[in-house]
């Protein structure tokens, strides 16, 4: 699930939003970005040996035991409480839910940003959609 995807798993699980993050959570990162949309704006924190670390390879490639990767962002709304069947996998640096992940399923990803505008110059962001073509393959 991309940015409203990742939300509607939470809300399907159970969750539920923060419906407005600039009235809800003042204190909040900015999480509507006027920069183009391939381009970072802030940073997510993702959780050591996740969906993301695995389809990434941070824990190969990193001493450090978290990993904080530029992400885009164009939301108001995101995931407040994520419900009983899906894990936290990375957020913000606000404390924003950024990724959810279904363990129990075969492939279950969901992320706040749009990895599909940063593809093109990021790799990583790539490697989310090669992983859902993996995963799709060998169901």
């Known amino acids: 699930g991309v940015c409203r995807g990742v939300q509607v798993m939470a809300v399907a699980a159970g969750g539920s939003l923060w419906q407005d993050i600039p009235t809800q959570c003042p204190q909040a990162l900015t999480h509507r970005q006027a920069a183009p949309r391939h381009e970072p704006t802030h940073t997510v924190r993702v959780a050591p040996e996740s969906l993301l670390d695995r389809i990434w390879g941070l824990s190969m490639t990193n001493t450090s035991p978290t990993f904080d990767l530029g992400v885009n ?10 419900g009983t069947i899906l894990n936290v996998i990375a957020r913000s640096a606000d404390g924003m839910i950024e990724a959810l992940t279904a363990p129990d399923a075969t ?27 993996r995963a799709a393959g060998e169901t």
């Open 107 to 133: 492939f279950a990803l969901g992320v706040q940003w749009h990895p599909e505008e940063m593809a093109d110059s990021d790799p990583r962001q790539m490697a989310l959609f090669a992983a859902l073509v």
């Open 73 to 82: 962002s164009f939301h108001h709304q995101a995931v407040r409480d994520y």
